[in-house]
């Protein structure tokens, strides 16, 4: 006969149940952000394919037009404005223009290329550690040497250790070396608690909330930008909304033409 204790669930079940159920959530979640984001970029594509150049002759008329009238006025804030619609249709920089004087007409500059290589481009400088860097460096050697363990993890505490000893005198950071010395002093970390089996499913909550936070932060993102607020508007029928949003652009440039051979006529 068993006892009304007995049949007591363990006090973790309720718990595991409820991760389990966010787990699963958060992977529904997941998999419904992934989708809309992909079909954002999709659709991103897609918008940029087809009515990218309406855009950019759309610019091209708001800079032609805007010339035009700044040569019939010539008055300063015309100029200006001219200007600045032109520099948005402006073509792209050389690559020589991109890299800001890192590249010439012979390839990479050796500046650039040791930047790209992680090598120095020229010899490093020599480094004198201080006589008070050397007491402390010859100090560490003798009392964190690998040699001196015992066992296979404790030699590799002290490889580990002195790796960092070697490249604080290298530097010759004094201060470092120091910090080092403490930290040799107050000996190793000892090995914290393991976790119990409430504590580690109340982490897994946590982090699933965090997750599940950061990732209605990204539904948000792309909710709230350009394509996706346009995605939104029509997400059964992406490519009539572009058929209706190249229509109006078509109508735009027919006016802007109209209106610069006004100007120049």
């Known amino acids: 006969m068993t006892t009304p204790e007995a049949e007591q669930p363990r006090p973790e079940a309720r718990l595991e149940q409820a991760v389990r159920a966010a787990e699963q959530a958060l992977i529904e979640f997941e998999i419904a952000v992934e989708t ?17 150049p309406m855009y950019a002759r759309l610019d091209e008329l708001d800079a032609q037009i805007a010339e035009a009238r700044a040569a019939r006025t010539g008055d300063p804030e015309d100029l200006r404005k001219a200007a600045e619609a032109r520099a948005r249709v402006l073509p792209m920089p050389g690559v020589e223009e991109l890299f800001h004087g890192w590249m010439d007409g012979e390839g990479l500059l050796p500046e650039a290329a040791a930047m790209l290589t992680d090598r120095s481009v020229r010899p490093p400088e020599r480094v004198r550690p201080s006589e008070e860097a050397r007491k402390l460096y010859r100090e560490l050697a003798r009392k964190a040497h ?18 960092r000893v070697n490249a604080a005198y290298a530097r010759g950071d004094e201060a470092l070396l120091r910090e080092l010395a403490q930290e040799w002093a107050a000996g190793p970390v000892p090995a914290e608690r393991s976790p119990s089996a409430s504590e580690e499913l109340y982490a897994r909550l946590e982090w699933l909330a965090q997750r599940k936070e950061m990732l209605t932060l990204v539904a948000r993102e792309l909710e709230d930008s350009a394509i996706g607020s346009m995605l ?22 027919a006016a802007r033409e109209a209106e610069l051979a006004e100007l120049v006529g």
């Open 232 to 253: 939104r508007m029509a997400p059964d029928d992406p490519d009539t909304l572009l058929d209706e949003i190249a229509e109006k652009l078509l109508a735009d440039v």
């Open 36 to 52: 809309f984001r992909v079909e954002v970029e999709n659709f991103s594509r897609l918008h940029h394919q087809k009515l990218g």
């Open 146 to 163: 690998p040699d001196l363990a015992q066992e296979d993890a404790e030699r590799a505490r002290r490889e580990e250790f002195i790796t």
